[in-house]
């Protein structure tokens, strides 16, 4: 069916009357300052995530309304009120405090989406502690390498993950000083060489004073993939609590009487910003369920839970509509008002299924680890161009850029200012939750930046209305069912399976999850490509990596193809696969 390239908003499609109504008057009417004003701010200037997220709530009248409200299959719900909510967090800072670890230490949490993740964030960041939610379907090899980078003094898990994926690799930690498990079965952790949670916290005292951090003190560090082996560690300061309040009212439009529900897990940025963050300062109540997609359940959570807004990710609209309409049609969602996306391209057949199938359009956005908060989006505040990611937000200015030279160090580069031409994206710097630094890297963030421009990677065109529309990234940065995965690592991996010569990792395009992790290998003398080796070798990688990270196919080649300086030609690998033009091939090994 021909669908019209605009979805237009009318009053009828606001439940509640939107904080943003006029595009251009909006952004105009708008500074960082002004923002910051919703906000309370500690004595003598500062600011802290976690007081203004929760303390702030918990002494109004919104201390007994539900902050967050836990589901899972097999467990009982469990409700945090926002006074409750402060009581834990103060517990957990104090458990923080007596274990000697305090302002600028950094604590590592890897946990499924339990209650005991969220107060450990909140009540670190009170404490003053960097914090790193670890997404906990990542392998021993994942989880070990960024508690190396981030040299982590504590960590909080489970004590099946500790079993599973950290007792045996903990000597690659030595800085961990304290592991703090939580038992899965509600009762007391024993592991040797580690604390329990529940104990520590029982013996806690639950009032606390938030330690004064300032705008521009580590709050975050969130670990990104890029093309090299190294994951790479984006510092977020306590001051990106203005973008983190500003976007979810503007973005998300969130109201203090919604039933919110951000389906990312904290492991990832979203799951953090707009799973944790940006919700409670708004004082909604958030819902937050620990199982994996499953369509059946997630309909019947957004009808029963009555949800207003639901922010959640392009892979899991497409397996709804996967799903079929059939499912759809035995739920009701009258409560929903509002519904937006983010991480990767979102289809405009999927912006229609949402108008079609849950009666609203669904809202695009981007952003990315490094911007901290939602930049570029679709808001109730303008119609919407299905496939576009929307216009910049209130104290956001994006532009297109090309660069003078491909390698220039530092970039330099031209604003193009013609309307439909593809360059990088680039926004203005200066906004609040801009991350600060890749850790133990300057060279590489300092290669981010041209003036006062942010590169962001991505590849992408503006058009005439100012809307955005995303073509690729200018990198080899796998995106697979939202998640950034690093080619390099999933290499290094797989070249330490024994039959491994080299390998080469390409993202290769799918329709449901975006792209797949495929693996090109070649094999050391005395190997044979078959399928049991195949087997074994995707093996050794799920192990290692988890099945998050691991290839999901791969395929044996004699050689792969190289630069002359010996690097493996991903861009090359790809192109055969999708049997694209070979490009320039140039400094191709052997080449012309
Ligand atoms: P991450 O840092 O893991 O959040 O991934 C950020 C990257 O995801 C961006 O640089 C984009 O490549 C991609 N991305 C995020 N949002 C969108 C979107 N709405 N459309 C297309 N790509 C997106």
């Given at each position: 069916m021909e669908r019209p390239p605009v979805i237009h908003k009318t009053a009828a499609d606001f439940r509640l009357p939107p904080h943003w109504t006029d595009y251009q008057g909006g952004r105009s009417a708008f500074s960082w300052d002004a923002a910051r004003g919703g906000l309370r701010g500690l004595p003598g200037g500062g600011l802290n995530i976690g007081f203004e997220a929760v303390d702030r709530h918990a002494e109004t009248a919104l201390r007994d309304q539900t902050a967050l409200h836990f589901v899972a299959r097999n467990s009982p719900a469990v409700d945090l009120s926002y006074g409750e909510l402060a009581r834990q967090t103060n517990r957990f800072a104090n458990v923080l405090q007596g274990l000697g670890v305090g302002k600028g230490d950094r604590l590592f949490v890897l946990a499924g989406r339990i209650p005991e993740l969220y107060l450990a964030v909140l009540g670190a960041l009170k404490n003053g502690t960097v914090v790193t939610p670890l997404f906990s379907a990542f392998g021993p090899e994942p989880i070990a390498k960024r508690i190396q980078l981030g040299a982590g003094q504590v960590l909080v898990t489970t004590d099946s993950l500790y079993r599973r994926k950290v007792k045996l690799w903990r000597q690659q930690m030595p800085t961990l000083r304290h592991v703090l498990l939580v038992a899965e079965d509600g009762g007391i952790s024993n592991e040797p060489d580690t604390l329990d949670w529940a104990t520590l916290m029982a013996a806690a005292p639950d009032t606390f004073t938030t330690?004064?951090?300032?705008?521009?003190?580590p709050a975050l560090l969130h670990f990104t993939s890029g093309t090299t082996g190294t994951p790479k560690g984006a510092l977020h300061v306590h001051g990106a609590v203005v973008t983190h309040y500003a976007t979810g009212r503007?973005?998300?439009?969130?109201?203090?009487?919604d039933r919110y529900w951000c389906t990312a897990d904290p492991g990832w940025v979203t799951g953090t910003s707009?799973?944790?963050?940006a919700p409670l300062l708004q004082g909604v109540n958030s819902l937050i369920d620990r199982e994996e997609f499953d369509a059946q359940r997630w309909y019947t959570l957004l009808e029963q839970e009555g949800i207003t807004v639901w922010y959640t990710a392009p892979t899991a609209i497409r397996m709804l509509m996967k799903a079929g309409v059939a499912l759809a049609d035995q739920h009701r969602w009258p409560a929903l008002r509002f519904v937006a996306s983010v991480g990767e391209p979102l289809n405009p057949e999927a912006v229609w299924w949402g108008k079609e199938v849950l009666g609203l359009p669904i809202h695009d956005n981007w952003w990315q680890t490094e911007t901290g908060g939602i930049m570029i989006a679709n808001t109730p505040a303008f119609d919407i161009k299905p496939g576009s990611m929307g216009r910049p937000l209130p104290g956001i200015e994006a532009c297109i850029v090309e660069h003078?030279?491909?390698?220039?160090e530092p970039p330099r580069v031209r604003v193009i200012d013609r309307p439909d031409v593809e360059g990088e994206l680039a926004l203005k710097a200066g906004w609040p939750s801009m991350f600060r630094g890749y850790l133990n890297n300057e060279a590489r963030y300092r290669k981010c930046f041209a003036g006062d421009l942010y590169l962001t990677g991505d590849l992408a065109r503006v058009d005439a209305d100012g809307y955005y529309w995303f073509v690729g990234r200018a990198d080899d940065v796998i995106k697979s069912a939202g998640h950034l995965i690093g080619p390099f690592e999933v290499e290094s991996v797989l070249m330490e399976h024994p039959a491994v010569a080299e390998a080469g990792v390409i993202g290769k395009p799918d329709p449901m999850v975006g792209e797949v992790v495929k693996a090109f290998v070649s094999l050391k003398d005395g190997y044979a490509p078959g399928e049991a080796l195949r087997l074994d070798i995707m093996a050794h990688a799920r192990k290692r990596l988890g099945a998050a990270v691991a290839p999901k196919e791969i395929a044996f080649l004699p050689t792969l193809p190289r630069t002359r300086s010996g690097k493996i030609m991903r861009r090359l690998l790809k192109a055969r696969e999708l049997g694209l033009p070979e490009g320039d091939t140039s400094t191709l090994e052997g080449g012309a």
């Open positions: 330690v004064p951090t300032q705008p521009d003190d503007y973005a998300l439009d969130l109201h203090p009487q707009y799973g944790i963050i003078l030279e491909a390698e220039d």
